[in-house]
């Protein structure tokens, strides 16, 4: 099964929000509300930043977001700041035999 | 502290075995699902297996499964996956990750990882 689709990379300004999406089809994203994300920071272990589509674990900012719309969840970030730069991966549950299945990453570059 | 530590980690040729193992401490290990996530260098985020609290619940992606065994030792406080027949294409970093209580497809705590590297 194909990794769920999301852009390569986005940027924002500081202070600006920006928005990675995260496609997928009926068996996984659309038919799921386990839809998590995950920022990694080059050579550092992903963190765990939304699960569920919308909850935010305790100590994650609030200027970060999910939510989900048909086949494609999104994770949206507010007031973006220097350290927001990095790497960002959605996840979801899925029926088929995979059972979790990841995004492709986004790059996302604060300008 | 909330902790995971991995083991295990290495240079192996193709076609053979490596055992890692993750050591989990300040928290109640038995009561979490445990996975494994990998990611081969320079590309992205890989589910390899999962495993319940109990062990009566064990899963692997198609890429590994037949060749790849996640067991756990709640005695321990740990977790291991068993990988043999090992190919080019595992050569990643390993990482144990806790799962989210209640949640499907949620790890709320990560381990360092340990590289695996497969080549002759």
């Known amino acids: 099964q194909s990794a769920l689709t999301q852009p390569a990379s986005v940027s924002g300004s500081p202070g600006q929000s920006i928005t990675i999406s995260c496609t997928g089809t009926?068996?996984?994203?659309?038919?799921?509300?386990?839809v998590s994300w995950y920022q990694q920071h080059p050579g550092k272990a992903p963190k765990l930043m939304i699960y569920d589509v919308s909850n935010r674990p305790s100590g994650v900012s609030n200027r970060f977001s999910g939510s989900k719309s048909g086949n494609t969840a999104s994770l949206t970030i507010s007031g973006l700041q220097a350290e927001d730069e990095a790497d960002y991966y959605c996840?979801?549950?899925?029926?088929?035999?995979?059972?979790?299945?990841f995004g492709g990453g986004t790059k996302l570059t604060v300008l | 502290e909330v902790q995971l530590v991995e083991s295990g980690g290495g240079l192996v040729k193709p076609g053979g075995s490596l055992r890692l193992s993750c050591a989990a401490s300040g928290f109640t290990f038995s009561s979490y699902s445990m996975n494994w996530v990998r990611q081969a260098p320079g590309k992205g985020l890989e589910w390899v297996s999962s495993?319940?609290?109990?062990?009566?619940?064990?899963y692997y992606a198609d890429s590994v499964k037949g060749r790849f065994t996640i067991s756990r030792d709640n005695a321990k406080n740990s977790l291991y996956l068993q990988m043999n027949s090992l190919r080019a294409e595992d050569t990643a970093v390993y990482y144990c990750?806790?799962?989210?209580?209640?949640?499907?497809?949620?790890?709320?705590?990560w381990g360092q990882g340990t590289m695996v590297t497969v080549s002759s």
């Open positions: 990750a806790r799962g989210v209580s209640g949640s499907y497809s949620s790890f709320d705590i």
């Open positions: 009926s068996s996984d994203v659309g038919g799921s509300n386990y």
């Open positions: 495993i319940s609290s109990t062990s009566s619940y064990i």
């Open positions: 996840c979801s549950y899925t029926s088929s035999s995979t059972l979790k299945l």
